[in-house]
């Protein structure tokens, strides 16, 4: 099968990245191991063609696309989905394409028109996922949603890996919304020690890695930040990811602030590429992920493949990973004093009761092997495209009888 992949972004080789990037790394090399064709068209920095690991490359230069409109979020999302599908329509023109899978990041899919069998994987729903307002305003955020809704439209089916975001978006769109999760493969072929032999290897540390802002929970973590350092004299905090400003406030100093006079105990790092962070996850004491809302995070999956107690928030999509005191533990979302006591339970654990637990979350991830997840994604495009052409071969039979009847009258 050939499978065109349309995105906001793929992942650069030696250069930190996000949860889309990744997955899209991971699905189309397990696509390419089962004896599939995947290819990408993806924004970036320039206009270009590239062969990587066996895999055609399309990148679109979209880079510059706010500056055009000012920031306008409307007009430059419209302008990505117009850039990207002149190339999926291009590229279709000049390779044998079997189906299109679009994401819903910055909609843009809206702009497609073509007779390719299509689907759109849902990354997020910002209705959703941004639904606490404080990184995006409420007319930002109708729009986003909207535009993802419209760009569904344009294609044939919507899938998603999160069955929460599966079920919100498939309500307000009218239409079902199959969830099929994210697989995992370990793409480190050798790890770097380099953080850790500088910074941590005789250190019990709890980690946190992820984008650093609010929707991830990190006004959460903050808020117990310091009681937890107060009480726990032998721990460090380590955070990992691509920094941001929460209410325009850069994040990594509202952290510090929040730590105190324990601030010397807590490491902020920009995002890592994996050979790098892979080790910080290895070394940790636990994981804790108190998101607001999100998408079967990346985070979640790669912190129990390496056997890691991961504190998730119930209702915000762990609970498809984390059957809480069995595997990880849950906490409400939002709830501060909820977290830190989680993490109390975590660090007191005797010894058995933490290497039950470690060893359920790294079975969990088994489940998430191409073998299984990637299977599941080809059916689903067969039956797509199957559907597509029964669709095709109704409307010609009704052309013809259109046609048959019109001579008849004549």
Same mark, same amino acid.
């Given at each position: 099968m050939r499978v065109l992949f349309a995105a906001t972004e793929y992942i650069e080789k030696g250069k930190p990245t996000t949860g889309f990037p990744t997955y899209l790394y991971r699905v189309?090399?397990?696509?390419?191991?089962?004896?599939?064709?995947p290819m990408i068209i993806a924004g970036g920095g320039?206009?270009?063609?590239? &062969?990587?690991?066996?895999?055609?490359?399309?990148?679109?230069?979209?880079?510059?696309?706010?500056k055009v409109f000012s920031g306008n979020v409307t007009l430059t999302s419209l302008l990505i989905s117009f850039l990207i #599908?002149?190339?999926?329509?291009? &590229?279709?023109?000049?390779?044998?394409?079997?189906? &299109?899978?679009?994401?819903?990041?910055?909609?843009?899919?809206?702009?497609?028109h073509g007779n390719t069998p299509a689907v759109m994987r849902l990354s997020s729903y910002a209705k959703t996922y941004f639904s606490s307002l404080l990184t995006y305003d409420a007319r930002t955020l109708a729009f986003r949603a909207a535009l993802e809704r419209f760009a569904a439209q344009r294609c044939n089916a919507v899938f998603a890996p999160c069955a929460i975001t599966a079920k919100d978006f498939g309500k307000d769109c009218g239409r079902k919304v199959q969830v099929i999760e994210t697989?995992?493969?370990?793409?480190?072929?050798?790890?770097?020690?380099?953080?850790?032999?500088?910074?941590?290897?005789?250190? *019990?540390?709890?980690?946190?890695?992820?984008?650093?802002?609010?929707?991830?929970?990190?006004?959460?973590?903050?808020?117990?930040?310091r009681e937890f350092l107060r009480e726990n004299k032998d721990y460090y905090f380590v955070f990992v990811g691509e920094i941001r400003n929460i209410n325009g406030e850069d994040a990594r100093r509202v952290l510090r602030n929040a730590a105190g006079e324990f601030s010397d105990r807590v490491f902020i790092w920009k995002a890592l590429c994996h050979d790098k962070l892979y080790p910080i996850i290895e070394y940790s004491d636990f994981v804790v992920l108190p998101s607001l809302m999100d998408n079967f995070p990346n985070?979640?999956?790669?912190?129990?493949?390496?056997?890691?107690?991961?504190?998730?928030? *119930?209702?915000?999509?762990?609970e498809q990973?984390?059957?809480?005191?069995? #595997?990880?533990?849950?906490?409400?979302?939002?709830?501060?004093?909820?977290l830190l006591e989680k993490m109390c339970?975590?660090?007191?654990?005797?010894?058995?009761?933490?290497?039950?637990?470690? *060893? #359920?979350?790294?079975?969990?991830?088994?489940?998430?092997?191409?073998?299984?997840?990637?299977?599941?994604?080809?059916?689903?495009?067969?039956?797509?495209?199957?559907?597509?052409?029964?669709?095709?071969?109704?409307?010609?039979?009704?052309r013809k009888r259109i046609s048959q009847c019109n001579c008849t009258s004549i």
């Open positions: 189309s090399m397990s696509l390419l191991q089962l004896g599939h064709k320039y206009d270009g063609y590239r &062969v990587e690991d066996g895999i055609e490359i399309w990148t679109v230069r979209t880079d510059g696309c706010g #599908n002149r190339k999926v329509h291009q &590229v279709i023109k000049e390779r044998s394409v079997d189906i &299109v899978q679009f994401t819903s990041l910055a909609g843009i899919a809206a702009f497609y697989p995992f493969v370990n793409d480190v072929r050798q790890m770097d020690y380099e953080y850790v032999d500088q910074y941590l290897r005789d250190k *019990k540390y709890v980690l946190f890695f992820g984008s650093l802002y609010a929707e991830k929970g990190i006004l959460v973590i903050a808020e117990i930040l985070a979640c999956i790669e912190a129990m493949y390496f056997s890691k107690i991961v504190i998730g928030t *119930k209702g915000a999509s762990f990973l984390i059957i809480s005191g069995c #595997n990880g533990f849950l906490c409400r979302i939002g709830d501060s004093r909820d339970i975590v660090t007191n654990l005797d010894e058995m009761e933490r290497k039950y637990i470690e *060893k #359920n979350a790294h079975d969990t991830t088994k489940r998430l092997q191409p073998e299984y997840v990637v299977k599941k994604l080809v059916r689903f495009y067969e039956y797509v495209i199957s559907g597509s052409k029964r669709h095709e071969a109704e409307r010609k039979s009704n």
